[in-house]
């Protein structure tokens, strides 16, 4: 009996060694399966947002429209080549003064001289003794005037005196008549620039010398 009792001891013994051992390996596989799980996970840590604490507020600015004054707009009257086409096509003008005319504006006044753009192409006039026409081409962004020099005359016969004579105004024309005649047709073929201003006609030759002042008439 003794001996059976210590085999069977050792029998249980041997059981709970067995026991403790299984349990030793699961523990120790567990912690090494955690382990390893720790090591191959990555942990990712997003910050936050930080709030600005002095962030500026966008603002509109208006810039106010301010209405130009008197000065600052075109004055009026005054007419620059190319702001209108065909400035001179259809008018009148008085000549005032010549280049060159030795005699007083009242002498060149009495004398009548006149232009007339008729359309455009058609210069006319009176020259002081007779009736005159010629051609002429304006480019108007230019300023440029292009006056033919064949100018046609045509020589106004007087109304006959009371004793029937019939001179010529052309010889009844005084030195100051003649010499504005003489002049306006010498100088208006040297025209190559014209400039208006309200009622006042300028035109110029190649070398900007002004040829001749009119004023407009219709």
């Known amino acids: 009996m003794p001996n059976q009792t210590k085999e069977a001891k050792s029998g249980w013994t041997y059981v709970l060694w067995g026991l403790g051992i ?32 002095n962030t500026p507020i966008p603002t509109t600015t208006t810039v106010p429209t301010v209405a130009p004054t008197e000065e600052a707009q075109a004055p009026s009257g005054v007419v620059t080549p190319g702001e209108m086409e065909y400035v001179l096509a259809d008018t009148d003008w008085k000549v005032s003064s010549l280049d060159g005319y030795p ?19 058609t210069l006319s006039g009176y020259d002081g003794c007779g009736n005159y026409k010629t051609t002429y081409k304006e480019n108007p962004e230019k300023g440029s005037l292009y006056v033919d020099p064949e100018i046609l005359m045509e020589v106004v016969t007087p109304t006959p005196d009371a004793d029937g004579n019939i001179g010529s105004y052309c010889e009844d024309l005084s ?32 070398n900007g010398t002004l040829v001749l002042t009119a004023r407009k008439t219709s």
Do not use: C, H, M
């Open 22 to 53: 299984v349990v030793l390996i699961f523990i120790i596989a567990a912690l090494v399966g955690a382990a390893g799980k720790k090591s191959t996970e990555t942990v990712i840590v997003i910050p936050p947002t930080p709030v600005p604490t």
């Open 103 to 121: 005699y007083s504006s009242n002498d060149l006044d009495k004398a009548g001289i006149s232009l007339k753009f008729i359309g455009r192409t």
């Open 175 to 206: 030195d100051e008549g003649k010499e504005a005649r003489k002049n306006l047709l010498e100088n208006l073929p040297n025209v190559t620039k014209y400039e208006v201003d309200g009622t006042t006609l300028k035109l110029y030759d190649q």
